[in-house]
C-alpha cells in the first residue's frame, strides 16, 4: 500500500484511542509528515486520564486538602461539610479543567492535520479496522501501521457486583450523587489508596481493606508507614491482610462487606480498586494476530511492537508502569519506531508519582532493590519537621529518602512523602540523570526556607554514616 495511492480511507498510521499515548503517538506521526488517522470512541478527546482518572480525581483532591486544612484549623475557623454535600460542589471545577485540556487536544489534531474519527474500531485483519459510528454508520479503515493506544479499564471481580450506585469502580466512583459518611474501599495499591486518603481527608470515615500487609507494598516500608499514619490520623482504618467472602448492598441503605474472618463492615458506599486491564472491549484483536498475556495486557518489545510487525501498543493497554508521563514517551516512541526512527533504550529513571494525602513519589532504586544488587547500601534522611519549610507549612508526615551505594558516594534513588512530593522528586531525577554525587547536594545551596533542603540534610546523613563505616 503506497502513499501515492491512497484513498480518502488509506491512512499511513492509524491510532486507536486518544489518551496521552494515542495523542503524542498521532502528533508524532503527523510531525513526521504521514497521513494519519486518530479513532476514538468517546465525543471528547483525552481518554480516562483526563474524563475519569488523573485530572478528575487530583481535582477532588486539592478540594479535599483545603477541606482537610480548614478542619485541621478548627480553632481560626467555624467550619463544617454539609451533610448532604453533592460531589459536583466539591468537582465544581473539574469540567473547566477538561474542557480546557479537550480544546487544547483539538487544536493540537486539527493544526498537524491529523483526521479524527468519532467511533469504535474493531480489527478486520491486520491492515483493516472497521469502525461503527454514532448513528451506525459504519466505516472501513486501512493503514500501514496501527498503534493501539486504549488504555484500561477496572478489573472486576467475581464476587463483587458493581451497580455504579451503592458499589463502584475506578471509573465511576466520582460520579456520586452526594459526599457518603461512610465508605468501604477495597485495595491497597495507588488508585485505592488516592482515593481512599482524599475521601477521608473529606471527613468521611473510610474503611480501607487489603488482602496485603500495608498498602502500596512496592514502596519501601518507611514510606507506607507514614501514609497509613496519616490516613488513620484523619480517623481512617486500614485492615490488612484480609480476604473478601461478599460484598452486597442490603437493600435499605448500607453495603455489606463479608471478611473470611468473620469480621462485618458497613457504609454508605463501598469502592473496589481491584487493579486495572487492557481496554480490549470490541476491538477484536485476535483478528490480528494478537493476544493479552497472562497479566492482562498487551505484550509489546522495546519498539512497543507487538507479535504483529506492523502494529504497535503503548499505554495503559501495555501494562506498567500506567503512568500518564511515561504513557505519553511510549505513544511517541511506538510512533517513531513504525517510522523506522529507532530512538535507543527508554529510560528507566521514571519519576513515580502518587497522589494520596499526603503524597508519595520515588525515583530510581528502592532500597529494598538497593540491598539485592548492592548488599549495604547507606540511606539519608531528612524528616521535614526538620526541615524549616517543612515546620513553617505545618506537613504532617513528611519524609525524604536518599538511597547511597556503600561507599555513601552514588545516588542510587530518592523517595519522598509528604505534600510536594511529586515536584520535589525531580531534583532527585535530575540528580540520577546528570550521575550527580552525595556530596553535589551538600556543597551546593539551596534556598531557605525550602522543602527542597531535605536533599542537603539526608545527603549529610549519608555522608556521615560512611565517616562511621571507615
Not at 508502569?321 to 513504525?338: F, V
Request: with cysteine.
Amino acid at each position: 500500500m503506497s502513499a501515492g495511492n491512497m484513498s480518502d480511507k488509506q491512512f499511513d498510521i492509524i491510532v486507536i484511542g486518544s489518551g496521552p499515548a494515542g495523542q503524542k503517538g498521532a502528533v508524532q506521526a503527523a510531525k513526521a509528515g504521514k497521513k494519519v488517522a486518530l479513532i476514538e470512541g468517546d465525543k471528547v478527546l483525552g481518554g480516562a486520564c483526563v474524563h475519569r482518572g488523573t485530572i478528575p480525581s487530583k481535582t477532588l483532591r486539592e478540594n479535599a486538602l483545603r477541606t482537610a486544612n480548614l478542619r485541621h484549623h478548627a480553632e481560626l475557623f467555624s467550619f463544617s461539610l454539609r451533610a448532604d454535600l453533592e460531589m459536583a460542589t466539591l468537582v465544581e471545577n473539574m469540567h473547566s479543567v477538561m474542557s480546557a485540556h479537550d480544546d487544547y487536544i483539538n487544536k493540537q489534531i486539527k493544526r498537524n492535520k491529523i483526521e479524527r474519527v468519532l467511533g469504535r474500531a474493531s480489527f478486520l485483519d491486520t491492515h483493516r479496522v472497521g469502525v461503527t459510528m454514532p448513528g451506525g454508520k459504519y466505516q472501513e479503515y486501512q493503514a500501514d501501521y496501527f498503534i493501539i493506544a486504549t488504555g484500561s479499564i477496572p478489573r472486576q471481580l467475581d464476587n463483587i457486583e458493581v451497580d455504579h450506585e451503592h458499589v463502584f469502580d475506578s471509573d465511576s466512583i466520582l460520579s456520586m450523587v452526594y459526599l457518603p459518611q461512610t465508605l468501604t474501599v477495597l485495595g491497597g495499591g495507588v488508585i485505592a489508596s488516592e482515593y481512599a486518603s482524599i475521601f477521608a481527608s473529606l471527613g468521611v470515615k473510610v474503611t480501607m481493606i487489603d488482602r496485603y500487609p500495608r498498602p502500596l507494598g512496592f514502596l519501601d516500608q518507611a514510606l507506607t508507614d507514614r501514609f497509613v499514619h496519616a490516613f488513620e490520623a484523619e480517623g481512617a482504618e486500614f485492615i490488612p491482610n484480609a480476604t473478601i467472602k461478599r460484598v452486597y448492598w442490603d437493600g435499605i441503605s448500607q453495603v455489606v462487606t463479608e471478611l473470611e474472618d468473620g469480621q462485618i463492615i458497613k457504609s454508605e458506599k463501598l469502592l473496589s480498586a481491584a487493579g486495572r486491564v487492557a481496554n480490549i472491549q470490541g476491538l477484536a484483536i485476535e483478528n490480528a494476530g494478537i493476544a493479552l498475556n497472562d497479566h492482562g495486557v498487551i505484550p509489546v518489545d522495546r519498539f512497543y511492537r507487538t507479535a504483529v510487525e506492523n502494529i504497535y501498543a503503548a499505554g495503559d493497554v501495555v501494562g506498567p508502569p500506567s503512568l500518564a508521563s511515561a504513557s505519553m514517551e511510549q505513544g511517541r516512541r511506538a510512533s517513531c519506531a513504525a517510522l523506522g526512527v529507532d530512538l535507543g533504550e527508554m529510560t528507566d529513571t521514571i519519576p513515580a508519582g502518587i497522589y494520596a494525602i499526603p503524597e508519595l513519589s520515588t525515583v530510581g532504586m528502592s532500597e529494598v532493590q538497593a540491598i539485592e544488587k548492592y548488599g549495604d547500601p547507606i540511606v539519608g534522611v531528612a524528616p521535614f519537621e526538620e526541615v524549616a519549610r517543612g515546620q513553617i507549612s505545618g506537613i504532617q508526615d513528611g519524609l525524604l529518602r536518599m538511597i547511597a551505594d556503600p561507599t555513601g558516594e552514588k545516588l542510587l534513588g530518592v523517595q519522598i512523602v509528604g505534600e510536594g512530593a511529586t515536584e520535589l522528586i525531580h531534583i532527585g531525577q535530575m540528580g540520577l540523570l546528570s550521575d550527580m554525587t552525595i556530596d553535589a547536594f551538600v556543597e551546593n545551596i539551596f534556598n531557605f526556607p525550602t522543602l527542597a533542603e531535605a536533599y542537603r540534610v539526608a545527603a549529610l546523613s549519608i555522608v556521615g554514616q560512611r565517616s562511621v563505616k571507615k
